[in-house]
């Protein structure tokens, strides 16, 4: 019988399905290898052609591991929280709960068919209670953690509260919130429960600040950076603002210099872990304290210890981060971010309008947009001024919205002469530009990173770079003005969201303090309401839940934002039916964490680095035994659409007609593009019919055509509903099968490479996959195989390609493994080869690829009854490979005649006597005798008459 895909397919996706092939022992005398796949959102759209592509990859991997020994823990769960399923409800009334469970209904049957040897027993769902209630669990352990810079760790808030009760807050070396109390053992013991849980909240991991945040009140909600384009949602494409609201943090600033060592343990790709460095932006410099006049700090020292930014009526000094304190004596003006809490306090009325107007613009801008515009000069002058604390020269204060108040200290000293951006806001603002270090063009060459001697700077005169810097420090500090400081870029996360959609945070306030619920109350569950937006007096969607209040308070109202959940879903999967624990210590300890993580780079310094926190936070409370999550981390590119195009012929008047040009002929006519559907073109030929079957106004159209057909353009584009260029596997996989989806994905080039989708090549995989079926077939597609000696040609054959497919595999070059599948297929067909023990070793190495009609071809080899899976993988035997004879090119008098196959076992004189006793040769020789025969031996012959 001819290749039956769509039975045999369906066959073996069945039987794996009801025999559970490929779940994960937990426990196994094999080695245990775990690969995972960032798990997708369940969109409505289900998949198209582009989302399988990691997910195929590490398939592959799975499969070929398993047939090398190992017990391999490759599962899939779906990210199932987050805002396209909510605002779907807004617009369709219908719960957010039925379309997510829709929508996996879609993306199981796509992945089903693709053939994933996933472990679905171990499925996860992160909208699921049986799952979040451990989201809120861990949220419940940052609450209840602290972290000791000492121990480098986080600990016990417990522990932190002993200390107290013991010793008061000396000792104490955490990372907290910068105005905490000083006091003693007995001062804390008489501090009332009130104000010892206030003091607390500025140490806990997660814990409640005022922050700028990504305000859409469209939705409703806060949005995340990533979720936000030039101002607009990238959902719904609604204005966004910056505004400041009371949010839940979580300290991963605890966690940087970890998260930036780290990163040198792992095998990522070089350019993902540069993002995270980045991202984390660790610096070495000073932070300054600059005197606010009038506020009595120039009497006291700038080194004061009252505080600067907790009552900004009481502020004395503006603190800044520097990486070049070196500089200080350039100091010209300060820039603050415009949401600086001083902003109010430091404006004179006559700035009031300037300021005014100015924020009100910047609110209009993301972080992300502000940070990118480098080019765009803009600020606004307060009307105020600080004091330099080392010459007392007065400085004034702007606003510009290239400072974010949540980076450093949300102001810098702009020095002009030592940085391009601070050069550039001088030389527009008509600002001093005062030099500091003797170089050359001063004005075109501002450089922060410019070394040389010192001028204008006082005691630092003649000083180079490194004793300038430490001599200013040394002056900072001893008049308490400033002190050396490591910083870091990155900023505690954001935590909540004005969702309904998500997790509850699992929280009661009780007189303004938040508490956690007990923990054996746990999932606290989302409450219905009767609609999914915010409330009249602009509460969260969960105020609208009636009767939905803790015994002692109320709920908070926010919800968990999407990071939450995939934060430490692998551990999940270890153990996913748990239902006393996140996972149990016996599974952590077998599995351990991920040896291949398979994803898209979009998620470097989100998903990512959050994962990277939450492991590093619960190896720290003993309930994890790695540090880092992911050991082996691969980016695999995007599939691109390939685009179509008609064009629409235009009249004279300008308006388009009902009549398309083909492509080649455009140049003759005044035409207009249009994207077709992918779907309803072949090879570039438009299907004409089901063109104007395709919309109502195309069914009387009209075509121009060359050489009897419609050729159309083509552009490779993002793959999108709105160009018409999306693929879906399910059409694919109707026409072609899975198999040869999964080989054309691989086969369209390196899985880390970004690719266009082409379809004009998926027949030739299909014609291979047909053609290895006839391998074990007769003329009249009966099977048939032989048990007879394989040929030396033919073990060469499979061996070649069983260490082809072993170091392709190994390193991920999936594409040209493909390529020598076919040139093996080839090999053995002009070989006639029909020998089981070739064929069936053929079978379970390209059953990886291609599971389905290896699995076919295995059973009628007459192999036991069930699935290939764990057969053995061949063993690669070098010898096969070792060439016994070669094909002598053969010359008379310098013209190569012909090749002899001649044993390399021979010497020279018996080549030559081999080569002499040939009849064609001596057809060439014609009767004479050579005067001279050179032979080199495994290279030529050649005679001389």
Not at 775 to 796: C, I, M, Q, R, Y
Not at 895 to 905: A, E, G, Q, R
Request: glycine residues 6%; contains cysteine; hydrophobic residues 40%.
């Amino acid at each position: 019988m001819d290749y039956q895909f769509k039975d045999i397919e369906q066959k073996w996706q069945q039987f794996w399905a009801d025999n559970g092939t490929f779940k994960a022992e937990d426990k196994s005398a094999k080695p245990k290898y775990y690969v995972l796949d960032m798990f997708p959102y369940p969109s409505g759209a289900g998949l198209h052609v582009g989302h399988p592509l990691g997910y195929i990859a590490s398939d592959i991997f799975a499969r070929y591991k398993r047939l090398k020994g190992f017990n391999v823990l490759h599962p899939m769960g779906y990210d199932s929280f987050g805002l396209p399923a909510e605002q779907y409800a807004i617009q369709t009334g219908q719960h957010p709960a039925i379309t997510t469970a829709d929508n996996i209904a879609t993306y199981r049957r796509q992945l089903d068919q693709i053939g994933f040897s996933f472990d679905w027993s171990r499925e996860v769902r992160t909208s699921s209670p049986e799952y979040y209630k451990w989201t809120q669990w861990i949220f419940m352990q940052l609450f209840n953690s602290w972290y000791n810079k000492d121990a480098d760790k986080a600990q016990s808030i417990a522990k932190l509260v002993a200390h107290f009760e013991q010793h008061g807050s000396a000792g104490i070396n955490a990372v907290s919130d910068e105005e905490i109390l000083s006091f003693t053992a007995d001062e804390w013991k008489a501090f009332t429960n009130q104000q010892q849980q206030n003091e607390l909240l500025k140490y806990r991991l997660t814990y409640l600040r005022e922050s700028t945040v990504n305000w859409c009140p469209a939705l409703g909600t806060v949005l995340a950076n990533d979720e936000v384009k030039d101002g607009f949602s990238e959902r719904g494409g609604y204005p966004v603002e910056q505004k400041k609201m009371l949010q839940w943090s979580m300290r991963i600033t605890a966690y940087a210099e970890r998260l930036l060592q780290g990163l040198d343990t792992i095998d990522w790709p070089e350019p993902l872990k540069e993002m995270q460095r980045n991202w984390i932006g660790k610096s070495t410099g000073a932070s300054v304290r600059f005197p606010i006049p009038g506020t009595g700090s120039e009497e006291r020292g700038a080194g004061d210890r009252s505080p600067a930014t907790s009552n900004t009526n009481h502020a004395t000094y503006i603190e800044v981060f520097t990486t070049r304190v070196d500089t200080i004596f350039g100091v010209t003006f300060l820039v603050i971010a415009p949401e600086h809490e001083l902003v109010a306090t430091l404006t004179t009325p006559e700035q009031k309008a300037d300021i005014d107007a100015y924020i009100a613009a910047t609110k209009k801008k993301s972080e992300l947009d502000r940070m990118a515009d480098a080019k765009t000069v803009s600020g606004a002058f307060t009307g105020s001024y600080v004091l330099n604390p080392l010459n007392g020269e007065k400085i004034p204060i702007w606003i510009a919205d290239y400072v974010l108040a949540g980076y450093g200290t949300g102001a810098v000293m702009a020095v002009p002469s030592g940085d391009q951006r601070d050069y550039l806001f001088a030389k527009h603002f008509n600002l001093p530009i005062v030099p500091i270090i003797d170089v050359q063009n001063i004005e075109t060459e501002a450089d922060p990173t410019k070394e040389g001697t010192y001028i204008n700077s006082d005691f630092m005169n003649g000083l180079d770079y490194k004793a300038g810097t430490a001599a200013v420090i040394a002056k900072l500090e001893a008049i308490g003005a400033g002190k050396a400081k490591v910083n870091f870029r990155m900023r505690d996360a954001i935590f909540g969201r004005q969702r309904y959609w998500g997790e509850p945070v699992p929280v009661y306030f009780k007189d303004g303090l938040p508490h956690l619920i007990e923990e054996d109350h746990l999932p606290l569950l989302l409450p219905e309401v009767d609609k999914y937006l915010p409330t009249e007096t602009g509460e969260p969607p969960l105020g609208r839940a009636e009767g939905w209040k803790h015994p002692e308070g109320e709920y908070e109202l926010s919800t968990m934002p999407g990071w939450a959940g995939s934060s430490w879903y692998w551990y999940r999967y270890m153990d996913a039916q748990n239902d006393k624990e996140f996972a149990s210590k016996e599974a952590i300890e077998y599995w351990k964490d991920v040896d291949l993580y398979i994803g898209g780079s979009e998620h470097a310094t989100g998903h990512l680095l959050y994962s990277r926190f939450w492991n590093k936070f619960l190896k720290d409370i003993d309930k994890v035994v790695e540090e880092e999550p992911f050991k082996k981390l691969i980016n695999q590119g995007m599939i691109q659409g390939r685009s179509n195009f008609v064009y629409r012929l235009i009249d004279e008047m300008g308006r388009g007609t009902n009549t398309f040009v083909s492509h080649g002929l455009i140049k003759e006519y005044h035409t207009s593009p249009l994207h077709v559907d992918v779907n309803i073109v072949e090879n570039e030929v438009l299907n004409i019919d089901e063109f104007k079957k395709w919309r109502e106004e195309y069914a009387d159209a009209e075509f121009i055509l060359e050489n009897g057909k419609y050729i159309c353009g083509v552009e490779v584009e993002k793959m999108s509903k709105s160009k018409f260029n999306v693929v879906n596997p399910d059409d694919i996989i109707g026409r072609y099968g899975a198999d040869t989806l999964r080989m054309y994905e691989m086969f369209l080039g390196p899985l880390e490479q970004s690719k266009p989708w082409n379809t004009n090549g998926i027949e030739g995989v299909f014609k291979f996959l047909r053609k290895f079926w006839r391998l074990f077939h007769n003329d009249a597609w009966e099977f048939g195989v032989t048990n007879a000696e394989p040929s030396k040609a033919e073990l060469k054959s499979l061996h070649k390609i069983i260490r082809k497919v072993e170091e392709d595999v190994e390193r991920f070059s999936f594409n040209t493994s493909v390529s020598s599948f076919m040139i093996a297929v080839n090999e053995l067909t002009d070989l006639k080869s029909n020998n089981r023990a070739i064929l069936q070793d053929m079978v379970i190495i390209l059953s990886p690829y291609a599971p389905h009609i290896c699995e076919e071809l295995w059973t009628l080899l007459g192999n036991p009854a069930g699935s290939l899976s764990y057969a053995p993988f061949p063993k690669f035997n070098s010898a096969y490979l070792v060439e016994d004879e070669f094909a002598y090119p053969i010359s008379i008098n310098g013209k190569m005649k012909l090749n002899l196959n001649i044993s390399l076992s021979l010497e020279p004189k018996a080549i030559e006597e081999f080569v002499l006793a040939n009849a064609d040769v001596q057809r060439y020789l014609d009767g004479k005798t050579p005067k001279k025969v050179i032979v080199v031996k495994g290279r030529i012959v050649n005679m001389v008459v």
